[in-house]
């Protein structure tokens, strides 16, 4: 059975940091590049950054530029999303997807596979 499990989120004070892990069991991440989105309350599913399968090249949303780091780490069969300098603008449940394409991609039409999101709050 194909899976993606999230895991690090939780409640951090504003310009603190976290580390989100996406983890796969039940199929290979390498041949497939990796989405995070975000979902903020009352607001649509939105894209944060990419990992491409092909060549490991990213890409983020401007409002996280410098601030988010996206990883993979193939011999664990994981995803990392580094969080920095948080927001409370950055508070909502974040995903990963796998989509079977080379490239990355912000539209989460092209993802297969999704995760069950974890939480990120960011308040004082």
């Known amino acids: 059975q194909l899976q993606l499990v999230e895991s690090g989120g939780g409640l951090v004070q504003p310009g603190g940091s976290l580390r989100l892990s996406c983890a796969a069991s039940?199929?290979?991440?390498?041949?497939?590049?990796i989405g995070w989105f975000r979902q903020a309350p009352g607001k649509e599913r939105e894209g944060v950054s990419c990992?491409?399968?092909?060549?490991?090249?990213?890409n983020y949303a401007d409002s996280v530029k410098g601030r988010f780091t996206i990883s993979r780490d193939n011999a664990k069969n994981t995803v990392f999303l580094q969080m920095n300098s948080l927001k409370p603008e950055d508070t909502g449940v974040f995903y990963c997807?796998?989509?079977?394409?080379?490239?990355?991609?912000?539209?989460?039409?092209?993802?297969?596979?999704w995760g069950q999101g974890t939480q990120v709050t960011v308040s004082s």
């Open positions: 990992i491409s399968s092909s060549d490991g090249s990213t």
């Open positions: 039940g199929f290979t991440l390498d041949y497939y590049s």
């Open positions: 997807a796998a989509a079977s394409i080379p490239i990355c991609s912000g539209w989460s039409v092209e993802y297969d596979h």
